[in-house]
């Protein structure tokens, strides 16, 4: 069974390097580039995991984060925090929101890519 | 401090009293219950108590410890900057506490919300105004750096790529670094110009403001102070003695030491006064003698340079009140310019190691037109150690700051307390010193002591005021105050914030105030 990862991310060439990664760790990627396409997205085919960045246009990843944990087919849903934003009271704020990791750019590619596969082994089959 | 009064008038009607019938029930005249009702006489618990049995009410309707807080609040309300104009009768709060209670606790309610939004939206502006542009364009940095890294971990990690992916990423790593160089040229720009810096908005600020952008140096000033120090200045002379004979015989100038009046004498409590009608100027005389020769410095350059320093303020575009606090620190300096020279007090400076001690005693000044001093030696060509400067008095309010760009002093309310010009006054007239560490962690070498100013009579509480100056820590070799402090390591570093309110220190002990920085 395809595992998906929908990256939530506005910079193209993160989303490639990503998509990269992620691919080649056999997982399906789909990708939305603001806040507004991510909820479109998770709602329509809900992934395993987002990769989610903070600062997007029309909803931030804070937004995103908060309306995903009040719906309920999407509250399980794995989220990993890529952001720029490495304030201790950003990454605070994520984890209340409910997160499940934070990852603060510039990242380490393997981080990244352990972090994913840390958190889709986590899932109940 | 009850309203009582009020009140009490506002039963007795009710019930339908009159004013004769409820005065002869406890026997007192109906002048004297009328006074009492027009809060015009205070009266004991005996006489209250007559008066709740005679209306038949509880002594609490009269008058409970709430009512006394309530027109006090209500009290120090009108004092509030906010109602400055307003004219608000220092009578009416008793009036509105005994007929209007919950009218009163509603605008306290009112007046606490809209205090607490201020607070909340100056600490807001503060961090958005210090750096909004610093906080997109770092993010922009890190994403950048993030795509260049995760594209060279790749193409050094994966060694069978495809080409048309190798070249793909190839080509993002050059775009990339292409943004990256602009991006950073940008930031360092902004960092660097301070006509980009975002403005503040209090006339003090704005004052400040001013100050920094003209590097606190007026060449014009510096040049007219020695040109009239060369005319003034006679050999063997004291210095007071020319400056008070070249005011008499130059400008007609009849200058007279008052002894302050009395504290029962209102409107007496002023150092210095010209009556330009007259040409009289009254100096206090306790003024010591090295406030009172600043006072005759800076009134002979509004005499002689008037134009000149209303040139300088009009061509940095300023009105009104930052206009008047501007020329003051204008007067300020120029006063200083001519007392201590520049390039003798400059050398003096260098060779003591800013010993304000010895530079007293050798230029005559006071502590703190020596520390203020040693901010205006900006010269260009000749340049001292840049000194920021804070004069802050034992209830924290700020009467004079002068920040550097990579040395921010705190603005009002709410200041961190570990702050070393808060400190000194735990050690009146010591001089105190102090290495501290901003949250961005910057060090700091402060300095700071607090001095008295005499403003009255016997009995009148004497001005206090902590004043501080600091250099940023590089500097530290050049200054004597850090001799005991430097090469001793972390431990000794006080951290520091500038607002509880902005300060990312979340679990300093000494917090005062929450943080607004998680809500951003």
Redesign the interface.
Known sequence: MHRTVLIAED?P??V???S??LE?EGLDVEVAVDGRQTLDMLRKNPPDILLLDL?MEHLTGFEVLKILRSEGELKDIKVLVLS??????DR??VMELGADKFIT??????NVVESVLELLESIPH | MTPLGPRLRSVRKKKGITQSDLARSIGISVSYLNLIEHNKRNIGPALVAKLTRALDIDPQHLSTPQDARLIHDLENLAAEPLFRLSRLEPKAPKEIVANHPRWAQGILKLYRSNQACSEALEAMSQRLNSDPYMVES??QI??I???I???S??LE??PDLPDD?RN??TT?IS??SRKLGIAAKSLFEFINEPGKSPRSSTPADQVNDFLIDRHNYFEELEDAATSLRTRIDKSGHRLSDALFDYLQEKHGTKIEFRTPQARSTPGTASQYKYDPKSRSLYLANTLPEASARFQLAQHLFELEYGDALAGILKSADLTGEVYQGALRALLNYAASAFLFPYEPFLEASEKTRYDIQLLRRAFGGSFEQICHRFTTLKRPTAPGVPFAFLRVDPAGNISKRYSLPNLPLPRGDGACPLLLAYRAFLTPGQICTQIGALPEGEKNLYIARTVSKHVGAYGEPDRMYAIMIACEGHYIDQVLYGDHLSGRGDQHLTPLGLHCRTC?R?SCQHRAHG?V??T?
Do not use: C, D, W
């Open positions: 910079e060439y993160i490639q390097s990503l990269f990664l080649k600062m720029a934003k490495g304030q201790e009271n605070r704020r750019k510039p990242y380490a590619n393997n | 770092s993010h890190m994403n750096i993030t795509s890294r995760s594209f971990e790749i990690e994966v992916v793909s990423m993002g775009a990339e990312s979340r943080s920085l998680g951003l």
